[in-house]
């Protein structure tokens, strides 16, 4: 059971360049989302899924696309990198939304720098 | 702005007293917390929680207070071990169902 996947941990961008970030879970989880960590104000959702086929904005989309085909995957892409989105960030899933008794799962980051 | 705040972005305590971690919120429609803990290159994993119904909620060195009235809850770890120096967030969820993290405070606790 590998839970919560993030590929890939590090990389370094330049400015204009696209990416995704890849993330998987195995657990059969409904609800994904994205988040960036920057120093000072914990983590900040990006986007976020209720299931396949479903994709909705969060805190700071700006950026940002998401697609979810599968219910295993969600992967963010970076349309044309910024300076401004060198961060970490980390890919969540859970069984559904209701926080009550629903543990969320976090992969374990991946570190991004845009030059 | 900021609904949930970590006042305190780093705590250093010695290795067998007590920490006291401190988070305050905005909304007292927020009816579920929790706290997740993070080691450095890793992401955050789940610690405790409580829903507004309880006023404490302990998992064995952890214990988890709130405070509704004064919107504020803590998290207590006793005894403090040196394997408990992480990252500790607060979350909680808004009505549409989105995480709200805390800034987070790094606890040392030192030997």
């Known amino acids: 059971n590998a839970g919560v996947t993030q590929t890939p941990k590090f990389q370094v961008l330049k400015t204009g360049q696209s990416m995704t970030l890849q993330c998987a879970q195995d657990?059969?989880?409904?609800?994904m989302s994205w988040y960036r960590q920057d120093p000072g104000m914990g983590l900040r959702l990006i986007h976020y899924?209720?299931?396949?086929?479903?994709?909705d904005q969060g805190e700071v989309p700006n950026g940002y696309n998401v697609s979810r085909s599968t219910t295993e995957d969600f992967p963010l892409r970076l349309l044309s990198a910024a300076p401004s989105q060198t961060s970490v960030y980390f890919c969540?899933?859970?069984?559904?939304?209701?926080?009550?008794?629903?543990?969320?799962?976090f992969g374990e980051g991946s570190w991004l720098t845009v030059v | 702005d900021q609904q949930v705040k970590q006042n305190s972005p780093s705590l250093s305590v010695q290795e067998g007293r007590i920490s006291i971690l401190n988070c305050d919120y905005t909304?007292?429609?927020?009816?579920?917390f929790l706290w997740y803990k993070k080691y450095p290159a890793e992401g955050p994993t789940f610690l405790i929680s409580i829903s507004s119904i309880k006023d404490k909620n302990e998992d064995g060195r952890f214990t988890v207070f709130l405070n509704k009235s004064a919107k504020h809850l803590s998290l207590h770890i006793v005894p403090s071990q040196p394997g408990d120096s992480a990252v500790y967030f607060c979350l909680t969820y808004n009505q549409g169902g989105k995480l709200i993290f805390g800034q987070g405070t790094e606890l040392s606790v030192k030997p």
């Open positions: 899924s209720v299931g396949a086929g479903i994709t």
């Open positions: 657990m059969n989880h409904e609800y």
């Open positions: 969540a899933s859970s069984y559904s939304r209701d926080p009550s008794g629903n543990t969320i799962y």
């Open positions: 909304n007292s429609m927020f009816d579920y």
